[in-house]
């Protein structure tokens, strides 16, 4: 039962352009989100999260927007450059501890930068 | 300020064997989360200790599995008797109380032949 699904495995995009990665949960009880960035042979890196009570976050480059009703998040990266090419993973949790409990993981969506 | 440090990075046994993973979290982190990673798949959670406390082990398999984080020393993440199927890229990482996300490990590839 995969309870946060990314359903593009790869995406491509041009340097310069925004890349947009998605991601869908079915569990309601699910309050904080987080994406990490992960690259070959390293461990994820924490790079934005949400909570439930928000509907947008942003960090620079990176924006995190939430859709509670349709139990949906997305990645902004405007502009993309090729330091981003990495597979990204969005999480889910429950609790009060801001993620820092159980994280629900999807399985990863591959980005890659073109230049 | 050292990140999280697991040891090995890499680690063949053969089946029936033990593997031992390391995780060392970042100074002043006082959780730890041990995560595995199938190939082509997320990760999935195991375990999430506190120094001598197992917070949650919802994750972990119900044999040949455990898990601990001693008052002094890494954690440590043991495997019975592996099998084949016990491959993949096994995570550990740390956070501090009401912080924002983990940070993880570079990870251990068990390999088991």
């Known amino acids: 039962d995969q309870q946060v699904k990314q359903n593009s495995p790869s995406l491509s995009v041009q340097e310069g352009r925004i890349s947009i990665l998605n991601c869908d949960y079915t569990?309601?009880?699910?309050?904080?989100f987080l994406w990490y960035k992960k690259y070959p042979a390293e461990g994820p890196t924490f790079l934005i999260s949400?909570?439930?009570?928000?509907d947008k976050n942003e960090d620079g480059r990176f924006t995190v927007f939430l859709n509670k009703s349709a139990k949906h998040l997305s990645l902004h990266i405007v502009p993309s450059q090729p330091g981003d090419s990495a597979v990204y993973f969005c999480a889910a949790s429950q609790g009060p501890n801001f993620g820092n409990e159980k994280l629900t993981f999807g399985t990863g969506t591959r980005l890659t930068i073109i230049p | 300020n050292a990140g999280v440090m697991q040891n090995p990075r890499h680690l063949v046994r053969r089946r029936g064997q033990e593997a031992r993973l390391r995780c060392s979290p970042m100074k002043g982190h006082s959780h730890v989360y041990w995560y595995r990673q199938l190939p082509e798949e997320g990760l999935k959670f195991m375990v999430y200790?506190?120094?001598?406390?197992?917070?949650?082990e919802s994750g972990m398999p119900k044999e040949r599995f455990s898990a601990e984080f001693p008052k002094e020393g890494p954690s440590i993440l043991r495997i019975q008797q592996v099998v084949r199927g016990d491959s993949a890229a096994y995570f550990c990482?740390?956070?501090?109380?009401?912080?924002?996300?983990?940070?993880f490990g570079s990870g251990t590839r068990l390999t088991v032949v």
């Open positions: 569990n309601s009880m699910f309050d904080y």
């Open positions: 990482a740390s956070s501090r109380q009401g912080a924002d996300g983990y940070t």
């Open positions: 949400i909570s439930s009570i928000k």
């Open positions: 200790l506190q120094k001598e406390n197992i917070i949650d």
